[in-house]
């Protein structure tokens, strides 16, 4: 049986990769709902009522509060993967001791 310690990093990168790309893409997309808002006519507010405004701007304020509460959350995730990731040197060592394990299997 062969161990690749590479094979081991390069899927470690790829999720790190596939999750950054979807964070940006998130960012992205909230970019775009940005420009959307500016671009919004501020004329409509004004035929709006004042009690849908409120409602509104309570909506608005629940969907922000949850959107940065999962932000919170990819960012907590993504640091602890990043701080409990293996290096490299430990990534030797347990080449060298599955090496050795295989070794001992044999005597």
């Given at each position: 049986?062969?161990?690749?310690?590479?094979?081991?990093?390069?899927?470690?990168?790829?999720?790190?990769?596939?999750?950054?790309?979807?964070?940006?893409?998130?960012?992205?997309?909230?970019?775009?709902?940005?420009?959307?808002?500016?671009?919004?006519d501020t004329k409509n507010l004004s035929d709006l009522s004042l009690s849908a405004l409120q409602a509104?701007?309570?909506?608005?304020?629940?969907?922000?509060?949850?959107?940065?509460?999962?932000?919170?959350?990819?960012?907590?995730?993504?640091?602890?993967?990043?701080?409990?990731?293996?290096?490299?040197?430990?990534?030797?060592?347990?080449?060298?001791?599955?090496?050795?394990?295989?070794?001992?299997?044999?005597?």
């Open positions: 049986m062969n161990y690749q310690p590479n094979l081991v990093m390069q899927k470690i990168t790829e999720k790190y990769f596939e999750e950054e790309k979807a964070l940006e893409e998130k960012l992205r997309e909230c970019d775009r709902l940005h420009e959307k808002l500016k671009s919004m509104k701007r309570e909506n608005s304020r629940i969907r922000n509060e949850q959107f940065i509460q999962d932000l919170i959350k990819v960012k907590a995730i993504l640091r602890t993967q990043s701080a409990y990731s293996p290096t490299q040197k430990q990534f030797q060592q347990l080449l060298a001791d599955y090496y050795s394990y295989l070794q001992d299997e044999d005597n």
